[in-house]
């Protein structure tokens, strides 16, 4: 029986892991919520820095410049680069 629970637990695992990895974020177009919710490291204040910093510089041109927004650090956009795009 318990065996059975960590079968489905270690299913249960890799089916969100791969959810989570095929969800692909526009950087230049999503909102606050969306980016907190599906980027690591990205909480709501950051996720909101990362809006602001957009309308107020315009679209990021590569995904290496979301290191410009204040607390976003290269390790944040490695973690996240397979899931960010920029259109």
Do not use: C
Not at 52 to 70: D, K, M
């Amino acid at each position: 029986m318990q065996f059975k629970s960590i079968v489905a637990a270690v299913a249960l695992s890799l089916i969100t892991a791969f959810t989570w990895a095929a969800e692909m974020i526009n950087i230049n177009a999503a909102d606050a919520d969306t980016l907190a919710r599906s980027l690591q490291g990205i909480g709501p204040n950051k996720a909101a820095a990362i809006v602001h910093y957009r309308e107020a510089n315009g679209p990021f041109v590569t995904i290496e410049s979301l290191t410009e927004v204040q607390g976003i650090g290269a390790r944040t956009v490695e973690i996240n680069r397979d899931r960010i795009t920029l259109e």
